[in-house]
């Protein structure tokens, strides 16, 4: 990944989509939803399945049984199996979950597009951050200082208008005002 101090970027090429991706929590929340939505349709194709139910139960019965001379005590065990006959609503359940997944992935896709855009949008403005304080310090404040110091040596001469001296200050002042905001 890229770190960008107030001064100087650490890497002259431009950043990774991977590296947006990684620390964006909307992908990760995407991620998540996506996740979720792959269970649900897991979920809905064990619809399907057959149901076991297997119980044990033992009863205490106090009452003496005459003939025995003992006690009776009762023992069951239950053994159950469910079979689905009805395959309509469980393959809608299916479908309906299949579709929510093909939706969570399309969702996850639309918002790392939004990140990769949003963070070459920032990227962009980075360097044409960088380029115009270049162009500023480079250039444009140079001349508009040697422009300055000419108008004055000028004015002082009797050569030049105090209004001609004042405006070329004014446009001095003014370049280093957008310096400062780029």
Request: aromatic share 8%; glycine share 6%.
């Amino acid at each position: 990944c890229l770190t960008i101090s107030p001064r100087r970027r650490t890497s002259s090429s431009s950043p990774s989509p991977v590296c947006a991706e990684t620390r964006s929590q909307e992908i990760a929340v995407a991620n998540l939803g996506l996740e979720r939505a792959g269970i649900e349709e897991r979920m809905a194709s064990w619809e399907f399945a057959p149901e076991f139910t297997l119980g044990a139960e033992f009863m205490r019965d106090d009452m003496q049984d005459p003939a025995m001379g003992s006690f009776r005590n009762s023992r069951t065990a239950i053994f159950g199996l469910t079979i689905p006959l009805w395959f309509g609503g469980k393959t809608a359940r299916v479908r309906e979950a299949a579709a929510g997944t093909a939706a969570m992935g399309a969702e996850r896709a639309a918002t790392v597009e939004r990140v990769r855009a949003a963070a070459a949008d920032l990227w962009f403005r980075v360097v044409n951050t960088e380029r115009l304080v270049s162009l500023y310090d480079s250039t444009l404040l140079p001349q508009a200082e040697k422009s300055a110091r000419l108008a004055e040596a000028l004015y002082r001469e009797g050569r030049a208008s105090l209004a001609g001296m004042l405006e070329t200050e004014t446009a001095l002042q003014n370049f280093r005002m957008a310096r400062a905001r780029a």
